[in-house]
């Protein structure tokens, strides 16, 4: 796969970003009631400044990697995950964010759209960052919920009279059940002192990696086949809907498809521990309807209109036997990603030893310590 389409990526970003968009989503099969496994919530608020570059171009590669991990946990739990990135005043912006999701597609299309640029006076805006976070977001109110926040930044947070005191929402962070880790970059004193305090006051932990955010690519003899099955499954999918529903969809489809090697291997395999690998059309908000996931027999009964254009000409027996023979493909399909996750997954946990002085070895450090309050396992 191509590391990068730009032009499918750009416009899956112009999607609605927040989880609670309104458009339909089918559910991608799982190991259980959704409502009987338990929740983790995570969000992740990031310096996006010049400094940060290798930190956001790492934590782009990282995120599936992360994803997948958290869903290793036994019994598997359910993910959402938020966004924001932060800057300070005079910057482009002070902050960017996305709520939480569970669509994990859109939280990875999301992370392409930052880049880091600005700063250069040191403190950030990190008050409003984190509680904007804590304000904002679509947090669970249930107790049972393991709710997290990740400050993950290089500079101590700029102190402003505008009702964001980092030490404030802090507070209110742990009053509602959200616990605040904070990650520094790089060794300057004063945000080891800032992100300490802000730990200490959210029941959270204070870690700190190199600048770079300590991150490695590891490649798997597994990475190019689970990346070329991911690709077969993206085939099986058939949109159905709107002339611009489908071409949301599509653009879903070219972004996952675009995605490297290591990156669609991590996809594959969260999807996996899911439940079962899916095409972005199960997962991404886009108004489309993969007929594949659904009923073969309710493609009969569609308009042509709302039909991709090679199925047009089919009579409805017809659809119907061109989706089951989709449907078997794709089943087929999951089933080999299924034991190739499997041998990769083997292969990782003895060639590729997790860091934990890392912006991943961090935070999984802190959700497997902390996920055993919610029965989670690792």
């Known amino acids: 796969m191509k590391l990068a389409a730009t032009a ?196 959270g932990q204070y870690v700190s990696i190199d600048a770079g955010g300590g991150m490695i690519a590891v490649t798997t003899p597994y990475d190019a086949e689970m990346a070329k099955l991911t690709g077969e499954l993206e085939g099986t999918a058939v949109y159905t809907g709107t002339a611009a529903a489908r071409g949301r969809a599509e653009a879903a489809k070219a972004a ?29 908000s886009t108004g489309a309807r993969d007929i594949v996931a659904a009923e073969p027999e309710a493609v009969a009964a569609l308009d042509k209109d709302e039909l991709p254009d090679d199925m047009r000409k089919m009579d409805s027996k017809e659809r119907v036997a061109h989706v089951k023979a989709l449907q078997k493909k794709r089943e087929a399909v999951q089933k080999q990603i299924a034991e190739v996750a499997k041998k990769r997954d083997a292969w990782l946990k003895s060639h590729a030893a997790e860091k934990e002085d890392s912006f991943d070895g961090a935070v999984m450090k802190e959700v497997r310590t902390k996920a055993a309050r919610i029965g989670v396992m690792y």
């Not at 995605?259 to 059309?281: C, F, L, Q, V, W």
Request: hydrophobic share 40%.
């Open 256 to 284: 996952v498809e675009s995605m490297g090697d290591g990156a669609a291997a991590d996809r594959a395999a969260y999807m996996t521990a899911k439940g079962g690998a899916a095409p972005a059309a199960t997962t991404a």
């Open 8 to 203: 499918a990526l750009a416009a899956v970003l112009l999607l609605p970003a927040l989880a609670h968009a309104a458009s339909p989503e089918l559910v991608v099969p799982s190991d259980g009631a959704k409502k009987d496994r338990p929740r983790i919530e995570v969000t992740f608020v990031l310096d996006t400044t010049g400094s940060m570059s290798g930190l956001i171009e790492g934590a782009k590669q990282k995120i599936w990697s992360i994803a997948s991990k958290i869903a290793q946990g036994k019994p598997s739990p359910d993910l959402r995950v938020g966004l924001v990135g932060y800057r300070d005043r005079g910057d482009d912006y002070v902050t960017k964010k996305f709520d939480l999701t569970d669509n994990l597609d859109r939280v990875f299309e999301n992370l392409q759209g930052f880049s880091a640029q600005g700063g250069g006076d040191t403190p950030e805006h990190v008050g409003q960052a984190l509680g904007e976070a804590v304000k904002d977001f679509s947090w669970s109110s249930d107790k049972k919920v393991l709710k997290m926040i990740f400050v993950v930044g290089d500079a101590p947070p700029q102190v402003y009279q505008d009702g964001w005191d980092y030490r404030d929402w802090a507070k209110k962070a742990i009053a509602q059940g959200i616990m605040v880790n904070t990650i520094r970059c790089g060794g300057y004193a004063p945000t080891e002192t800032a992100f300490r305090e802000i730990a200490n006051l959210a029941d």
